[in-house]
T-cell receptor, first 113, second 113 residues
């Protein structure tokens, strides 16, 4: 079965540093998403992306966050200046758009020290 | 604040028994309802979706939806040790945005041999 690929699986960074989390969605999918899950808490929607632009974003997705699809395959989440509270598992997801099934990647565990 | 509420558990279920999981949601315009399974440290995996009032069965899983009561449930029949996981209820309020989900905090299920 096709899968969403995320790299790296773990990322450790210092507070204030920029990080880029990378994702390769499933090739025929059109909608891309980032979710995050702080340890022991709910999975939270961050942003959805379609047709090379953000279609929706949550309150969490402030000016420190940005997303990009720099080429035909990668989908990235950038956190400009990381804070301690950004420590979480970040999941990329994609779907065809006309189907409810959301495919999640295996996640990137971000630790901000 | 729109909420999706679940009992956190853990719900201890003997092997072979039925596990019954409940979820309530506060947003009356919610249209689509999902159950995801999440193993510890892993990404959510879709197991059931339901859109209309009533029951929907898929193998050992049955989802039940009651929109008037704003309630959705999941039954797992013949529970197996491999069913031990956290089960996430997720709600979508906009059928034009399938992938934007609001998750509950999850119910941990422990199936004991």
């Amino acid at each position: 079965e096709p899968e969403v690929t995320q790299t790296p699986s773990h990322q450790v960074t210092q507070m204030g540093q920029e990080v880029i989390l990378r994702c390769v969605p499933i090739s025929n999918h059109l909608y891309f998403y980032w979710y995050r899950q702080i340890l022991g808490q709910k999975v939270e929607f961050l942003v959805s992306f379609y047709n090379n632009e953000i279609s929706e974003k949550s309150e969490i997705f402030d000016d420190q966050f940005s997303v990009e699809r720099p080429d035909g395959s990668n989908f990235t989440l950038k956190i400009r200046s990381t804070k301690l509270e950004d420590s979480a598992m970040y999941f990329c997801a994609s779907n065809v758009g006309t189907d409810e099934k959301l495919f999640f990647g295996s996640g990137t565990q971000l630790s901000v020290l | 604040q729109k909420e999706v509420e679940q009992n956190s558990g853990p719900l201890s279920v003997p092997e072979g028994a039925i596990a019954s999981l409940n979820c309530t949601y506060s947003d009356r315009v919610s249209q689509s309802f999902f159950w995801y399974r999440q193993y510890s440290g892993k990404s959510p995996e879709l197991i059931m979706s339901i859109y209309s009032n009533g029951d929907k069965e898929d193998g050992r899983f049955t989802a039940q939806l009651n929109k008037a009561s704003q309630y959705v449930s999941l039954l797992i029949r013949d529970s197996q040790p491999s069913d031990s996981a956290t089960y996430l209820c997720a709600v979508n309020r906009d059928s034009d945005s399938w992938g934007k989900l609001q998750f509950g905090a999850g119910t941990q299920v422990v199936v004991t041999p």
